[in-house]
C-alpha cells in the first residue's frame, strides 16, 4: 500500500494521521511489565488538536500488517502511552497502552488479532473493543 502525504484515519474517536518524511526507529531491552514493542522516536509523531500525527517514514513498523510502536504524548504534565498497530495494510489503530488490570504496557499480538498485557496476568483484549 503506499500511503499519501496526509493518510487520514478515524481511530477510536481520534484521528490518526499518517505522513512519510525520514527515518528510523531504534528499540532497546525493557524492564518487566514493559513491551518490546518499539518505542516511536519523539520527532515521529504529534498531537495536533484532536489528532495524533504519526510519521511512517519514521515508524516503518507501521508500514506492514502485524507491526506497532508505542509513544508517550506529554500534554500538561500528563503522559499518555499509547500503543499503535498496523492490523492491515493501510488499516491502523490506536489504543491506551495500559493494561486494565494493572496498567502493565500492551503488545499487539498480529496472528491472534489480540492485544495482550506484558504482566504474569496476560490479560487479553479483543481488537473491537472500544477504549
Ligand atoms: S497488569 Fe495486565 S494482567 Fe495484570
Redesign the pocket.
Known amino acids: 500500500m503506499n500511503v499519501g502525504r496526509r493518510d487520514f484515519l478515524k481511530i477510536s474517536g481520534c484521528a490518526i494521521i499518517c505522513t512519510t518524511t525520514g527515518t528510523s526507529l531504534c528499540g532497546a531491552a525493557q524492564p518487566f ?1 514493559v513491551s518490546t514493542t518499539l518505542k516511536a522516536a519523539e520527532e515521529s509523531f504529534s498531537l495536533e488538536g484532536n489528532s495524533l500525527v504519526i510519521d511512517l517514514l519514521k515508524n516503518t513498523a507501521l508500514k506492514t500488517p502485524g507491526g506497532s510502536v508505542k509513544l508517550s504524548i506529554i500534554n500538561n504534565k500528563v503522559i499518555t502511552k499509547i500503543l499503535v498497530f498496523c492490523s492491515n495494510f493501510g488499516k491502523y489503530k490506536a489504543v491506551p497502552n495500559k ?6 504496557e500492551l503488545e499487539y499480538k498480529h496472528a491472534e488479532k489480540i492485544i495482550r ?7 487479553e483484549f479483543d481488537l473491537t473493543v472500544k477504549y
Do not use: L, R
Request: aromatic share 8%; charged share 5%.
Open positions: 511489565g493494561c486494565t488490570h494493572g496498567g502493565m498485557c506484558v504482566s504474569f496476568g496476560k490479560s
